[in-house]
């Protein structure tokens, strides 16, 4: 098991910057992908970015050259830089672990976009 816990939500104008970040309870394993992914209200989860335990990152078409998914294996940690921010973009992001077959989430931190 794995608790993930994200932080770094909160309210921030159109154009605005802000950084997502994840720990995870445990050292994780060397074959995994972390990633990000937001619900907005009516909507579905939808992916926004993955990055593989090698590096490879992917991203939704709608974020590419906005937002920059990064991890830092030593602190057990994943970040999601996000840059010129849209009201689109509000949502509750999630961090996602999935390893050896099994997801695990966080219970998700709260992005607003909005002047």
């Known amino acids: 098991q794995v608790q993930l816990v994200e932080s770094g939500g909160g309210l921030v104008q159109p154009g605005g910057s802000l950084r997502l970040s994840c720990v995870a309870s445990?050292?994780?394993?060397?074959?995994?992908?972390m990633s990000w992914y937001r619900q907005a209200p009516g909507k579905q989860r939808e992916l926004v970015a993955r990055?593989?335990?090698?590096?490879?990152?992917n991203y939704a078409d709608s974020v590419k050259g906005r937002f920059a998914i990064s991890r830092d294996t030593a602190k057990n940690m994943v970040y999601l830089q996000m840059n010129s921010l849209k009201p689109e973009d509000t949502a509750v992001y999630y961090c996602?672990?999935?390893?050896?077959?099994?997801?695990?989430w966080g219970q998700g931190t709260q992005l607003t976009v909005s002047s």
């Open positions: 996602n672990l999935y390893e050896f077959g099994a997801n695990y």
């Open positions: 445990r050292r994780i394993g060397n074959f995994n992908a």
């Open positions: 990055i593989s335990s090698s590096g490879i990152t």
